[in-house]
């Protein structure tokens, strides 16, 4: 843990450096397939509901290990019974720290017509457990090349959540929205994170910090870590889509990571998962389960 930990400048939760090496969970998804993959607590999704096209089904043939890069692949022809949407999670046991991931988007489809409201995501999540849930935790990074919910821009959302109704939909939250393709051939990967200390998450793109949340809006609850890719009901389609051929769309990821109650810059995060692939470590999962264990759902 030495050597790995080494070169790392780490910070405690109330923001002075400290002695205590920190505890990671890392994956760089370099799998033979999936089967490998849960193998290392990752759950597929099947479960039925929010969010999605109503009727859409969550697809665990949608999530495949593609030259040792997580490939989520998402189906939709527009309607509930011609959707298939993709999620994957690990266990619910993050809280306060750094969150890390690169993320390959598209702006494009893989086939078929381009223009469906497709959101591809990295977040963590608690359940929400009824409407207006106090101990309800997310943070969440959301990509909408084709715009939705009320605008066409290309954007994407960081997020802090306090609660949420999902029905009718009344959010409590703090907010980015940074404007601008991220999934343009060519330039389509990118480092996202989020660093939790001290009543405080931090956003940066690539480096660049674009937002800081705290108050209310502020994670109180172990959370799971998720990616998901999902088409919103009532989106801008073209003309002539519908009934056409179905539209897929697909969202990749290079590696993921978090330290626990430790605060990393991003260019220490990229330093570090640098380290960690040129000595051969492909993975590690130090940060210890909640006392007592949390139940990990993969349906929200």
């Not at 370099?30 to 490998?36: E, G, L, R």
């Not at 099947?46 to 998402?74: F, K, M, N, T, Y």
């Amino acid at each position: 843990m030495k050597a790995i930990a080494a070169g790392l400048v780490a910070l405690s939760m109330a923001g002075g450096a400290h002695a205590a090496e920190p505890r990671f969970f890392f994956d760089d998804f370099s799998y033979p397939d999936t089967a490998a993959l849960f193998k290392q607590g990752w759950t597929v999704r099947s479960a039925p509901g929010h969010p999605g096209i109503p009727g859409a089904r969550w697809a665990p043939e949608g999530l495949s290990v593609v030259d040792g890069q997580l490939r989520l692949h998402g189906v939709t022809d527009g309607t509930g019974p011609g959707t298939a949407q993709v999620q994957v999670c690990h266990q619910r046991k993050y809280l306060a720290g750094t969150y890390a991931a690169r993320i390959r988007f598209s702006d494009q489809p893989v086939s078929g017509a381009d223009g469906d409201p497709v959101i591809q995501t990295f977040y963590a999540v608690s359940p929400l457990k009824h409407d207006f849930d106090p101990e309800f935790s997310e943070l969440d990074w959301e990509y909408l090349p084709n715009g939705g919910w009320g605008s066409d821009k290309t954007r994407i959302y960081g997020i802090t959540w306090q609660t949420v109704r999902l029905d009718p939909w009344l959010a409590f939250n703090q907010q980015h929205e940074e404007f601008g393709p991220l999934g343009e051939r060519g330039r389509d990967w990118h480092t996202l994170v989020m660093q939790v200390v001290d009543g405080r998450t931090h956003w940066f793109i690539d480096g660049r910090k674009i937002d800081e949340h705290g108050g209310r809006n502020y994670p109180v609850v172990p959370m799971s870590i998720n990616f998901n890719l999902w088409f919103s009901p009532g989106g801008p389609l073209p003309t002539g889509v519908a009934g056409g051929p179905p539209r897929v769309y697909e969202q990749d990821v290079d590696w993921v990571f978090h330290a626990k109650d430790t605060v990393l810059s991003p260019a220490q995060v990229e330093a570090q998962v640098k380290r960690w692939r040129a000595g051969g470590i492909a993975r590690l999962d130090q940060v210890p389960p909640a006392t007592p264990a949390l139940e990990s759902r993969c349906d929200f």
